[in-house]
């Protein structure tokens, strides 16, 4: 109301997330398809009911209705499953030329009382079901989310179990160690770098599972790594841990020092050639004042001379 009149009112599809309004939709159809599962349900076994008239006769034959009850409880849950049962109820005294005596009234209640529990049932079942669906989707969508952060993020990730095999690389970690997550899927973390790394890599890992020491956790360390081709650069190592229930993993972020390092040498560079310009400066300096001070006494001299 209070946008200006040349702006028209945001849509109802604007204001409401995709999700609110998809799960919306998706509710208003599976009521819509419960009642109309528990009608024809309710119609068939009316079929079946005037099929088998002859051989019934003034029976109400509620229990053929029972595949409609179950049917309907099972699409729509209470409500639909109370909309079967009154149409049976109705066909089945309808067909029955409303013959009611005690044992039919029994019957009936008896016929009520299953279809009030199967319903409940029924719409248990179905309230469980749309929630295990919402936590599926939001699992879903976490781990798209998750994989979203992995495919951008500009450190390369490594994620090991505590036997130091790799179990997921981030695609940064694949460029910058030059192998695919596949290739290195189960296989040690010791490969990605080089000696005397590798072959002390397991027992740095033994010795904080034996004795819970952080030497590394929590810590950056610069060290060396080993690309697929052999050759080395220089990284920065920050690696964390986590548990997920009964399985411990550690996650590795690795930054490519090669650049920052060439940086600085270069800076130490021109650092270098600033040094000696500056020096040789002032020793211009000082020569210009040492030839200034010289010129008037050695113009005396060749004056007196």
């Known amino acids: 109301e209070n946008l200006p009149s040349s702006h028209p009112p945001p849509k109802l599809a604007q204001m409401l997330p995709g999700g609110t309004i998809r799960t919306a939709l998706k509710t208003r159809l599976g009521e819509a398809a419960g009642y109309a599962v528990a009608i024809t349900a309710a119609l068939l076994c009316s079929l079946l009911r005037l099929l088998v008239d002859p051989l019934l006769g003034n029976e109400m034959g509620l229990l053929l209705f029972v595949p409609a009850i179950l049917a309907a409880a ?34 009936i209640v008896i016929f009520i009382l299953i279809a009030l529990t199967v319903g409940w ?11 295990l669906e919402r936590f599926v989707g939001a699992l879903h969508e976490r781990e798209v ?13 490594v994620i090991i179990d505590e036997r130091g095999a790799i179990d997921a690389l981030s695609p940064a970690a694949e460029r910058l160690f030059g192998w695919s997550g596949a290739e290195l899927k189960g296989r040690n973390v010791a490969l990605l770098m080089p000696e005397p790394d590798r072959s002390r890599h397991d027992a740095y890992l033994g010795s904080y599972l034996a004795t819970g020491e952080k030497r590394v956790i929590g810590k950056g360390r610069v060290l060396i790594g080993q690309r697929c081709d052999g050759s080395t650069f220089p990284m920065q190592l920050a690696v964390g841990e986590m548990v997920l229930g009964s399985k411990r993993l550690f996650t590795g972020f690795v930054r490519d020092l090669t650049e920052r390092q060439d940086a600085d040498r270069r800076l130490r560079d021109v650092q270098g050639e600033l040094l000696h310009v500056s020096r040789l400066a002032s020793l211009g300096e000082m020569t210009s004042a040492l030839a200034h001070e010289l010129n008037q006494p050695l113009a005396a001299a060749t004056s007196y001379m």
């Open 145 to 157: 989310r998750l994989q979203s952060i992995l495919e951008t993020v500009p450190d390369a990730l």
């Open 74 to 107: 099972m699409a729509g849950g209470a409500d639909p499953t109370f909309v079967a049962a009154t149409l049976s109820i109705g066909s089945s005294l309808a067909i029955a030329r409303f013959h009611l005596d005690g044992d039919a009234v029994v019957r």
């Open 121 to 131: 049932l029924g719409s248990r079942m179905l309230r469980n079901g749309r929630e």
